[in-house]
């Protein structure tokens, strides 16, 4: 009895050990509402009681089960012991009158298990078993009825085979004539309805995990994409769609702002209609997302773009004092522009700074709106501007027009841009998209 009880013991810790192990290893079985019926078969052996006229014994059986959901099957079982030899205890006297049996036996069980459709799946079972020996047992006891209880696991291989683990206690009879009977036993299982999946090479281009036409190799291996998400970069342009110039334009599938105009590159394409490969679709002298953004003018149309001036002006470091070799490009707009051209016109003033390795934000947002500041002081100054036809603003880094270094930035993108806006300025005719702004600035530059 010891022996079986610690046998069953260490049966029932092997399962809840799997259980660790389950959690974390991948799904492999079908789900019992497809695939609910299985059958196994295999040996088995079986461990009498010690106080018993039978030796231990291999034997055979099989099972049917049904999963009745994701934690319950009920499983029928029939065993068959072919041949048992007699056993005369050491503490009796009388000897059994026969030498060999055989034996046969069947019942039902619930299985309830713990983590179900993992390629390990353990679990605890409690059921009845009737059974019957060819010979005469104690009390002349041929048939018997027991209650079992234990503990076993699949190791799924794929949807449709796996092997199974058993082991159970049977207790029969009462008081002095109670027995405690042991089964061991392992079977390979088949599940009826389940289909081993294809197998896939992803070195053969087949597999498309997030199914958007380019397949996981060449993903990972040409394009660098994420092969579980369509749109990488998120920017309403599905990665098959940018590399493969579906609507005509080749853009970056990782970058959602391929000509940093500020707008997403899906954003052109499917709604305001620009090229995301331009950064100034019209070619009239403004980036398109400032004319949609900033402008409210049409980015198809070259007439309505505002008079844009782009000043690389070079200030020491933490200044925004405007050195004397710049007065001349600022002379064209205060002098010329704003007063003999356009003397009713506005100006808008945007500082930028580009973003080396280490660049605080909130610094650079104040840098650059000192030094828009300064541009305007100068042209107020100088030729006689009022204040109030003039806006300065800072973008810190948020608005590059030229790809900056990760380690170095880009002077280029450290400058002051004055947009200015004529009093006869034109107005296009053409009727345009409606959309939220905010749904189709590109990530990097939304404030």
């Known amino acids: ?3 079986l009880v610690g046998l069953m013991g260490a049966a029932l810790v092997a399962a809840t050990v799997l259980v660790d192990r389950a959690v974390a290893a991948p799904t492999t079985a079908e ?7 299985s059958v196994s078969a295999g040996p088995g052996y079986l461990m009498f009681d010690g106080n018993q006229w039978d030796k231990d014994a291999p034997y055979v059986q099989g099972r049917l089960s049904y999963a009745v959901n994701r934690r319950l099957d009920w499983d029928t079982f029939l065993f068959l012991v072919p041949y048992i030899k007699a056993n005369v205890p050491d503490n009796r006297a009388e000897v059994p009158d026969w030498s060999t049996a055989w034996m046969g036996g069947g019942g039902v069980e619930g299985i309830f298990h713990l983590t179900r459709w993992q390629k390990f799946d353990p679990y605890f079972a409690a059921g ?3 059974s019957y020996i060819s010979e005469e047992q104690k009390n002349d006891r041929q048939g018997d009825v027991a209650v079992r209880m234990g503990a076993g696991a699949y190791y799924h291989f794929n949807e449709e085979w796996a092997l199974r683990f058993d082991g159970r206690m049977a207790l029969g009879g009462i008081g002095a004539d109670s027995e405690a009977n042991g089964f061991i036993e392992g079977g390979l299982c088949w599940t009826w309805g389940a289909k081993i999946p294809a197998k896939y090479m992803v070195g053969g281009g087949a597999v498309d995990s ?16 994420n092969p579980f998400d369509p749109d990488t970069d998120h920017d309403g342009l599905t990665d098959y769609e940018e590399v493969m110039s579906t609507y005509g334009y080749k853009t970056d599938p990782l970058n959602p702002d391929t000509d940093l105009d500020m707008l997403k590159d899906g954003a052109e394409v499917l709604v305001i209609g620009t090229d995301p490969t331009d ?6 002298g403004v980036t398109d997302g400032h004319e949609v953004i900033e402008d409210g003018t049409d980015p198809l149309f070259k007439a309505d773009d505002l008079i844009l001036f782009s000043l690389n002006l070079q200030f020491d470091k933490d200044k925004s004092v405007i050195k004397p070799i710049y007065f001349d490009k600022l002379e064209i707009i205060g002098a010329k522009t704003m007063t003999r051209e356009h003397p009713g016109a506005t100006a808008k003033l945007e500082g930028h700074a580009d973003k080396l390795k280490g660049s605080k934000a909130e610094y650079n947002q104040a840098l650059s709106e000192r030094r828009a500041k300064a541009v305007m002081d100068h ?8 204040p109030s036809r003039m806006t300065a603003v800072g973008y810190g880094f948020a608005k590059p027009k030229y790809p900056n270094d990760p380690v170095m930035g880009n002077p280029l993108n450290r ?3 004055v947009y200015v806006r004529p009093v006869d300025h034109p107005v296009s005719t053409r009727e345009q998209p409606k959309f939220d702004v905010k ?7 939304v404030e």
């Open 31 to 37: 789900p019992a509402e497809i695939s609910p019926w």
């Open 379 to 386: 042209l107020s100054t100088k030729f006689n501007i009022a």
């Open 128 to 130: 009845l078993q009737a």
């Open 210 to 225: 997030d199914a958007d036409g380019l397949t996981d190799a060449q993903e990972t291996g040409i394009y660098k994409t």
């Open 1 to 3: 009895m010891k022996k």
């Open 415 to 417: 400058r002051v841009d």
């Open 439 to 445: 749904d189709v600035i590109a990530p990097a530059t």
């Open 279 to 284: 950064a100034d679709t019209d070619d009239g």
